[in-house]
């Protein structure tokens, strides 16, 4: 027993923020931002929210999926940017979808998120407890955005995708995923420290700055990115006794092209199994997995019988792959 995708469905924000809008913020190009990230534009919320994202994307993905919300009995919300501490995502999707029958809690994992949410709804299915799992990335970054950094403020876009998971008799694929919280510092974002007013703790003036908002040591996390990547895929196939030319597809988390390129080069895959819409929409976090996805299934571009890696990384620091068997 184990779990298989019946549906997906994502939803971006109308408003765009192209490379020459962001000029006009900081000190960079169009050239600079293309060259080193690949990035063109980014959706940004305008009256959206973290939940209304998720609430859409997981409405397409049960449209898809031809099932009603109240066969759902699990719904698991990746997310680094809810809009509210409690109640969770999850719980306000189920709320607004109606999925009465569901079990709802989000996750936090950054952009490993939507890989980590996927193994989780497999991990319960192959269990026995849950039978249709709704997945859903949903972030609104901007909110977390220091857009006074040209170091981050040009990466990061908003929006959600989701995929409808559903028990089924087929092969189980063994995940692979890894964690350093040693490297955490590398990037963070620390909205939530301690105000309680009785600790009689200060509050630096600068923190309202820089410790709400995201901070990254860019190089860093592109360094861990280009080596860690490659070998979870190599991890995974190994697990699984898969070989390379029996994948059809590496979705990758979309975070720049030349990571991207750097993990296909180091694999020593053909760029054309790596799709990419990071141009479009930016870093989206653990969304950005779900939203290709979803794009790839609508387009027609998966086949039944395909199979595909999966791969995020990000903030944890977190990485993992998983292998999955397209069968729409
Ligand atoms: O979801 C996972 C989380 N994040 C990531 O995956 C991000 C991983 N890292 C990256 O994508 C890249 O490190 C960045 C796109 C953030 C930066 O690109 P880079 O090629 O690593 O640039 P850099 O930080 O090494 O900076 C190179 C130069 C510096 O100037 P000097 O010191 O060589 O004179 C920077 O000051 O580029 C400068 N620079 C910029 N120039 C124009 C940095 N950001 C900008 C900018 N526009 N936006």
Redesign the pocket.
């Known amino acids: 027993m184990t779990g298989k995708i019946c549906g997906t469905g994502s939803y971006t924000p109308s408003f765009t923020m192209d490379n020459h809008d962001i000029a006009k913020l900081?000190?960079?190009?169009d050239e600079?931002?293309q060259e080193?990230?690949g990035v063109i534009r980014r959706h940004i919320i305008q009256e959206e929210t973290t939940v209304s994202m998720a609430c859409e994307a997981g409405r397409r993905a049960l449209e898809n999926a031809k099932m009603s919300a109240d066969e759902i009995d699990l719904i698991l919300v990746s997310t680094i940017s809810s809009n509210v501490v409690i109640p969770c995502t999850a719980c306000e999707v189920q709320k607004e979808l109606g999925a009465v029958n569901a079990t709802c809690f989000d996750l936090s994992a950054?952009?490993t998120g939507f890989v980590i949410a996927y193994n989780t709804a497999l991990s319960y299915i192959t269990a026995g407890i849950y039978k249709n799992v709704l997945v859903i990335g949903s972030e609104s970054l901007s909110n977390l955005t220091n857009w006074k950094d040209?170091?981050?403020c040009?990466?990061f876009g908003d929006g959600a995708g989701a995929a409808v998971v559903k028990a089924c008799d087929q092969k189980t694929y063994i995940p692979v995923t890894h964690s350093d919280g040693a490297s955490g510092e590398a990037?963070k974002c620390s909205s939530r420290y301690d105000r309680n007013g009785l600790t009689k703790k200060v509050i630096p003036e600068e923190w309202m700055d820089n410790r709400y908002l995201m901070q990254?040591d860019?190089?860093a996390?592109?360094k861990f990115?280009v080596k860690s990547v490659p070998q979870a895929v190599e991890e995974v196939l190994d697990k699984n006794q898969i070989q390379k030319d029996e994948i059809v597809w590496y979705i990758l988390?979309q975070?720049?092209r030349?990571?991207v390129e750097s993990v296909a080069k180091r694999l020593g895959e053909s760029i054309e199994k790596f799709p990419m819409n990071l141009q479009e929409y930016g870093?989206t976090?653990s969304a950005s997995i779900p939203i290709l996805l979803d794009e790839m299934n609508r387009s027609g571009k998966l086949k039944k019988g395909q199979k595909i890696v999966l791969a995020g990384?990000?903030?944890g620091l977190t990485w993992g792959a998983s292998i999955l068997e397209w069968c729409l």
């Open positions: 900081v000190d960079t190009s600079w931002i080193r990230t950054a952009c040209r170091g981050t040009i990466l990037l990254m860019g190089r996390v592109f990115a988390h975070a720049n030349r990571i870093n976090s990384f990000g903030a």
